[in-house]
T-cell receptor, first 116, second 115 residues
């Protein structure tokens, strides 16, 4: 069963608009971590934002915020005031600890293109 | 300033010719990971080291091996690369293994081409 689902393979957004990238997850573990990474065409995976399952407030990092809805098992990334440099692949990931070993499971990604 | 460094950034090898990819880190993290990422796919974990403790994923082919001579360095050896091994190889580090909140930091990747 897929643990991380990103239903938007690609998105086109006008520069300066806000954009929401969807992510839903599935786990029976009450303690887990959710991450968003950005991967530009150069290939590097850049950590953007983290949300812990017990965190009461939604995480924010500059223009990035995470809309965490635990009951719905969703962790959407919101980018405010998008910029051309935001064009990249975006991966949602979940970290679980299974049998003493941690595992970071990635979704299939969303390719975001910012239009001037 | 670089925290996770991968060399080379681009590697071309011939079918069947062994190749070694290198990763180093300045974060003094306990855990180092190797991922394989094929075009338009999510990264796939190959194995990881917690200190010197090696942990192989069940579906990682025997063709892939790893070495970690010290805290800072980790190597990925592909003994006999096939055309299907052409991919981006990403190294990542984290401070702890059994922490759900710990962030993994990635290097820039090595893009491997197999001719």
């Amino acid at each position: 069963a897929q643990k991380i689902t990103q239903t938007q393979p690609g998105m086109f957004v006008q520069e300066k608009e806000a954009v929401t990238l969807d992510c839903t997850y599935d786990t029976s573990d009450p303690s887990y971590g959710l991450f968003w990474y950005k991967q530009p065409s150069s290939g590097e995976m850049i950590f953007l934002i983290y949300q812990g399952s017990y965190d009461q407030q939604n995480a924010t990092e500059g223009r990035y915020s995470l809309n965490f809805q635990k009951a719905r098992k969703s962790a959407n990334l919101v980018i405010s005031a998008s910029q051309l440099g935001d064009s990249a692949m975006y991966f949602c990931a979940m970290r679980e600890v299974l049998f003493g070993n941690e595992k970071l499971t990635f979704g299939t990604g969303t390719r975001l293109t910012i239009i001037p | 300033d670089a925290m996770v460094i991968q060399n080379p950034r681009y590697q071309v090898t011939q079918f069947g010719k062994p190749v070694t990819l290198s990763c180093s880190q300045t974060l003094n993290h306990n855990v180092m990971y190797w991922y394989q990422q094929k075009s338009s796919q999510a990264p796939k974990l190959l194995f990881h080291y917690y200190d010197k403790d090696f942990n192989n994923e069940a579906d990682t082919p025997d063709n892939f091996q790893s070495r970690r001579p010290n805290t800072s360095f980790c190597f990925l050896d592909i003994r006999s690369p096939g055309l299907g091994d052409a991919a981006m190889y990403l190294c990542a580090t984290s401070r702890a293994r059994e922490s759900r909140t710990d962030t993994q930091y990635f290097g820039p990747g090595t893009r491997l081409t197999v001719l």
